[in-house]
């Protein structure tokens, strides 16, 4: 098989991935169920044990920058805990991987399965466990994406309540609707308002963990305490704020974009130049040789 096909192949299988991929974004969210709540709940409160925390000398910077990706992610779990996890793996899967590689020679240690396999799949899990920051920050970044967005709707509804005698609260509900990736915060936020605004409203912005949710939240507590028209006009600069953002996360899609195709563009082009021009350059070649 030559480098083109299987470059062909290779960037054939990633747009199948990506077809795939969206194809599942694309399918209705499913309500959360009363269990999945108390696994979220167990995996928040676990604690890793302290003699284990010291065994694989885990840094306390360490575990807080990977918090932060986490709550930024939507993640909800212990950061020492989801950190330890990944280090004992990172342990299991070389053993995984040397047992593989003993294999070639005495099968009976990986059960009699192909070593090759076992390799492979080893080698797979360690660069998923090296480079997992690298994920969690593309994830994050993909979130926030669609927070600004949905905030960037929920904004615009509530300054087409501007001149309504509603409260906030039933301003905010009526805005539920538009609402799908952070349906259920802001179904919280909803639920708590008259138990205390402000601490509803701070939940609803450690629950989302973003930069634009903290600013949202700033401006529903500002519009709490006095929905005047000088705070929707607030409520508009905020709205361009994530405007921009949005549109700078549209441009560099459409630059990734423009990159694939122009790689996508160019294979036919090398194809023609393999099947039409390298006969003509071969028997050049043989030609010069000929003559020295």
């Given at each position: 098989?030559?480098?083109?096909?299987?470059?062909?192949?290779?960037?054939?299988?990633?747009?199948?991935?990506?077809?795939?991929?969206?194809?599942?974004?694309?399918?209705?969210?499913?309500?959360?169920?009363?269990?999945?709540?108390?696994?979220?709940?167990?995996?928040?409160?676990?604690?890793?044990?302290?003699?284990?925390?010291?065994?694989?000398?885990?840094?306390?910077?360490?575990?807080?920058?990977?918090?932060?990706?986490?709550?930024?992610?939507?993640?909800?779990?212990?950061?020492?805990?989801?950190?330890?996890?990944?280090?004992?793996?990172?342990?299991?899967?070389?053993?995984?991987?040397?047992?593989?590689?003993?294999?070639?020679?005495?099968?009976?240690?990986?059960?009699?399965?192909?070593?090759?396999?076992?390799?492979?799949?080893?080698?797979?899990?360690?660069?998923?466990?090296?480079?997992?920051?690298?994920?969690?920050?593309?994830?994050?970044?993909?979130?926030?994406?669609?927070?600004?967005?949905?905030?960037?709707?929920?904004?615009?509804?509530?300054?087409?309540?501007?001149?309504?005698?509603?409260?906030?609260?039933?301003?905010?509900?009526?805005?539920?609707?538009?609402?799908?990736?952070?349906?259920?915060?802001?179904?919280?936020?909803?639920?708590?308002?008259?138990?205390?605004?402000?601490?509803?409203?701070?939940?609803?912005?450690?629950?989302?963990?973003?930069?634009?949710?903290?600013?949202?939240?700033?401006?529903?507590?500002?519009?709490?305490?006095?929905?005047?028209?000088?705070?929707?006009?607030?409520?508009?600069?905020?709205?361009?704020?994530?405007?921009?953002?949005?549109?700078?996360?549209?441009?560099?899609?459409?630059?990734?974009?423009?990159?694939?195709?122009?790689?996508?563009a160019g294979l036919p082009i090398l194809n023609t130049?393999?099947?039409?021009?390298?006969?003509?350059?071969?028997?050049?070649?043989?030609?010069?040789?000929?003559?020295?």
């Open positions: 098989m030559s480098r083109i096909q299987i470059i062909f192949h290779v960037l054939l299988f990633a747009l199948l991935m990506m077809a795939v991929y969206h194809g599942f974004m694309l399918l209705p969210v499913r309500a959360k169920r009363w269990r999945s709540f108390e696994v979220l709940r167990d995996l928040k409160e676990a604690q890793l044990p302290p003699w284990l925390f010291k065994l694989l000398r885990l840094r306390l910077k360490l575990v807080e920058e990977k918090r932060q990706l986490l709550l930024g992610c939507g993640f909800r779990v212990n950061a020492a805990l989801y950190e330890g996890t990944k280090r004992l793996l990172i342990c299991a899967a070389l053993l995984v991987g040397g047992a593989g590689y003993i294999a070639l020679k005495h099968p009976m240690f990986t059960l009699n399965m192909e070593p090759a396999y076992v390799m492979a799949a080893a080698l797979c899990m360690l660069i998923f466990l090296f480079f997992d920051k690298k994920v969690l920050v593309q994830l994050k970044a993909k979130r926030a994406h669609r927070i600004v967005r949905e905030i960037y709707v929920i904004s615009h509804h509530l300054l087409y309540y501007n001149d309504s005698r509603m409260s906030l609260h039933a301003k905010l509900s009526l805005c539920a609707a538009q609402t799908r990736s952070i349906r259920m915060q802001f179904g919280l936020l909803l639920n708590e308002w008259y138990q205390g605004a402000e601490a509803a409203i701070a939940q609803f912005k450690i629950r989302l963990g973003t930069d634009e949710a903290h600013s949202f939240g700033e401006t529903l507590n500002a519009l709490r305490l006095n929905e005047h028209a000088d705070y929707y006009e607030l409520l508009k600069q905020r709205i361009q704020d994530y405007k921009e953002k949005m549109d700078l996360v549209r441009d560099s899609r459409k630059e990734t974009v423009s990159y694939v195709l122009f790689v996508l130049f393999r099947v039409f021009m390298y006969p003509w350059v071969a028997e050049g070649q043989r030609l010069f040789h000929g003559i020295n």
